[in-house]
């Protein structure tokens, strides 16, 4: 339910304008390629070797299973954010239909999966320059690609949706080129090769060499390819038009990163033996590789390897941007540190942002340097954080529908088919997964990460955050429609005005 202040309380502080000083500049041609590349991560070009090595080809099922519980994810988020697009998105959305418990502890902890998953990408940017410059010592270009990463977010919004648009484009040429020649491989041939057909689908042991067992392990790797999602939703309060363009981004971007994941992993799994696939190894083992080799394009491990580091460069400014949206929102919400909310001329939270850099400074010092176990416990929370992001998300979801529902709301222009049955279903798929990890190898180690963390940001909140924070009005796009003047807050009864003074 909406926050409202209890009998006898002093009234909240006035909140600030609704878009809190960000500049609404990215266009619906932004948003789309922008979800795209920030789901779109270096494990596909590489090879996905975890999920194939434990599903073999049936992995290509996982991927689809799971693009549908994103696509669930994508459209409730579409749903929500069309109403309210609110800074802090999904974070401020769940503090107001779940309670403000609820939205400290979805919105740290984005934040933190982000920062540590920045981290890792600059230093694999930098492992890929690398592969030119074998002696080029490891923090030059960290360090370069995290100036450039926070100049780029640090400009304006309009420049990091260009320099975004731009990243997600070569993946997904990259991604169109692939299929189309992966397609003419198998069933026409190439120059010189004659056509691969389908025998590495039945060969190895089979579409399920390790049976449903190996299929279930493969959903835990391969649900983690479409995190990055929900990014849509957190441009929403910087959309030219929210109400119009995020539905149409989130469909284009849902429906297109399925059939790329799918076809992609379709062709990988036909054209090489899933048995030298799952080995791994560095780009040039990577079936994009291999199958530009064959077509014969030339310098085909040099392109790659380009494809590859745009790809990390694009998750990472990507994440970045998230990170600092995040934090700025909290703050808003005076559940960080009141500085963080500051917005600078031209619409970007800068002391956010520095924090947010600070914070993908010290994961990266950990991730290169600290023991193992230090490692192991980032790890952890990002893996058990992501998935409980997720079902908080769709938990706000259902509280969303059924408060809109119970109080003859309009509807969303975006509407989730089958809602509220397909949220709870994703939500119970999501939880199954959480509970898997415990039995997997290399992820058993995420509860012990997890829970003392989530229990940390409880305590947080019960016995320090909760006593200063505000209420900030939540954005409603439906608001004219009801008679309620525009950035006051709507009535928690969905009432309007004429329905009270009659």
Request: net charge positive; with cysteine; glycine share 10%.
């Amino acid at each position: 339910m909406p926050d409202a202040p209890g009998p006898g309380s002093a009234p909240p502080p006035t909140p600030p304008p609704q878009d809190h000083g960000l500049k609404r500049a990215l266009t619906g041609r932004q948003l789309s390629m922008i979800g795209l590349g920030g789901a779109i991560g270096t494990g596909l070009f590489l090879g996905s070797s975890l999920a194939i090595s434990a599903a073999g080809p049936a992995t290509v099922i996982a991927y689809v299973v799971c693009a549908l519980i994103a696509l669930v994810i994508g459209w409730a988020l579409a749903e929500m954010t069309s109403v309210h697009p609110a800074a802090g998105s999904f974070g401020s959305i769940a503090r107001h239909y779940l309670g403000p418990l609820a939205g400290f502890v979805i919105r740290w902890t984005y934040w933190t999966i982000q920062v540590i998953a920045i981290g890792g990408e600059v230093i694999a940017a930098g492992i890929y320059v690398r592969f030119w410059w074998p002696e080029l010592p490891l923090w030059l270009p960290v360090v370069a690609f995290s100036l450039l990463i926070l100049a780029a977010n640090a400009l304006s919004v309009g420049v990091f949706g260009r320099l975004e648009y731009w990243f997600s484009t070569i993946k997904i040429t990259a991604i169109g080129v692939f299929v189309l020649l992966g397609c003419a491989y198998v069933f026409l041939g190439l120059p010189g090769h004659a056509a691969v057909g389908t025998t590495n689908l039945s060969g190895h042991g089979g579409l399920l060499p390790h049976g449903m067992s190996g299929l279930a392990t493969a959903f835990v790797f391969v649900i983690f390819s479409y995190i990055g999602t929900e990014i849509i939703a957190v441009t929403a309060a910087e959309s030219e038009d929210p109400v119009r363009d995020i539905p149409r981004a989130a469909r284009r971007m849902v429906v297109r990163l399925a059939l790329f994941y799918v076809l992609a992993m379709a062709v990988v799994v036909t054209v090489v033996p899933w048995t030298r696939t799952a080995k791994g190894g560095d780009v040039t083992a990577s079936p994009f590789v291999q199958l530009f080799d064959v077509a014969g394009i030339p310098a085909a491990a040099g392109i790659m390897n380009f494809v590859v580091l745009s790809a990390a460069l694009s998750s990472a400014n990507a994440n970045t941007y998230l990170a600092t949206r995040m934090i700025h929102s909290l703050a808003v919400d005076r559940h960080a540190p009141r500085p963080f909310a500051r917005v600078g001329r031209r619409g970007v939270p800068h002391r956010a942002l520095a924090v947010s850099g600070v914070g993908l400074g010290a994961a990266a010092l950990l991730s290169v340097h600290s023991e193992d176990t230090a490692y192991i416990m980032l790890f952890g929370i990002s893996v058990f954080g992501a998935l409980v992001v997720w079902i908080l998300i769709l938990a706000s979801h259902v509280a969303f529908r059924r408060h809109r529902v119970r109080h003859a709301l309009p509807a969303s222009p975006a509407r989730l088919r089958g809602a509220p049955f397909t949220t709870v279903a994703a939500a119970l798929a999501l939880a199954a997964i959480l509970v898997s990890t415990v039995f997997i190898e290399g992820l058993e180690d995420s509860w012990k990460a997890g829970l003392p963390f989530f229990a940390v940001l409880v305590l947080v909140y019960r016995f320090g955050a909760r006593r200063y924070e505000t209420a900030a009005a939540l954005p409603d796009s439906t608001a004219a429609e009801r008679g309620v003047v525009p950035g006051t807050r709507a009535p928690a009864d969905g009432t309007t005005r004429a329905d009270r003074s009659g």
